[in-house]
């Protein structure tokens, strides 16, 4: 079982303890259009659609607004009744290594077709990539391209700044973040090694060089993701405010 892929709307509750307060889920953001569009949803139509649901088709419409792929999302899903920080602990912070990455990956999650052509990351993530290589006091990694090297220590003054997870097309869904590994501009460590790697190298390349397949298996991962542990039925509830259970409302 896999705590992570929970799609119950666990990460939108708001309490001492949840995921969402937990150290790891700092930088996460957009709780405030869930909570917009659960608000519109519960004035036309009171608790009829869940915040899973809600969170589901979110993801899935702001990756076409950047201009990646369609898919289908099934709806039904209830809300969650727990949420529990110690499992954020799970989610990879970018320093494993490919074997573990498999392994995650075989729990349901597409380490492949990840969505680094946008979002960002925060410098934090990369800090020792930078300024301290493997304990080098002082040395930046030497696989990072050198004129991205200088770009990011420019970018990347505090730990708390934030920097491009794509270096040159970072606003629009697209596999530059994939042509842009063959040319060490892999920003955090497990984007490197995907191409370094000699399990994970032809992949880099097939999805590089064609967007089509990257397109088809984003919206297949994403499609299965979005169905990953779904309460449905009698279990979980519809919340009428995706921040609390209902009970505690
Ligand atoms: C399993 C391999 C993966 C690793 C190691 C990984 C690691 C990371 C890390 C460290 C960050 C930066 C977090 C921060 O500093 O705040 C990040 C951001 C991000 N990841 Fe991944 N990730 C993986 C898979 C995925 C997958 C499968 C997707 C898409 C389904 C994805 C989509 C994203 C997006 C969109 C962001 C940017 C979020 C933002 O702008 O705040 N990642 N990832």
């Not at 697209?174 to 994970?200: A, F």
């Not at 991962?221 to 979980?236: F, I």
Request: charged letters at 25%; aromatic letters at 10%.
């Amino acid at each position: 079982m896999d705590p992570l892929s929970r799609c119950d709307g666990s990460i939108l509750l708001n309490h001492e303890g949840s995921e969402r307060k937990f150290d790891v889920s700092k930088t996460l953001r957009g709780f405030k259009v869930i909570d917009d569009i659960k608000a519109e949803i519960e004035k036309k139509c009171p608790k009829t659609v869940s915040c899973a649901d809600i969170l589901t088709a979110a993801a899935r419409d702001a990756t076409v607004l950047a201009g990646g792929p369609y898919w289908m999302v099934p709806y039904g899903r209830k809300d969650g009744l727990v949420s529990l920080a110690k499992e954020a602990q799970l989610v990879p912070m970018g320093h494993e290594d490919i074997t573990s990455l498999v392994e995650f990956a075989g729990l349901g999650h597409s380490f492949r077709e990840r969505a680094h052509t946008i979002g960002r990351a925060s410098c934090g993530s990369i800090q020792d990539r930078l300024f301290n290589y493997g304990g080098t006091h002082g040395k930046p990694d030497p696989s990072l391209n050198a004129q991205y090297l200088n770009y990011l220590k420019r970018k990347c003054r505090w730990s708390s700044d934030y920097v491009d997870l794509d270096a040159t097309t970072p606003r629009t869904f697209d596999v530059e973040y994939y042509s842009n590994l063959p040319k060490k501009m892999g920003l955090l460590s497990t984007d490197e090694k995907l191409y370094t790697d000699p399990r994970t190298a032809p992949l880099v390349n097939a999805l590089a060089n064609q967007p089509s397949l990257f397109f088809y298996q984003f919206g297949v991962s994403m499609a299965k993701l979005g169905n990953v542990q779904c309460l449905l039925g009698h279990e979980g509830e519809i919340r009428t405010n995706c921040n609390f259970v209902n009970s505690k409302y």
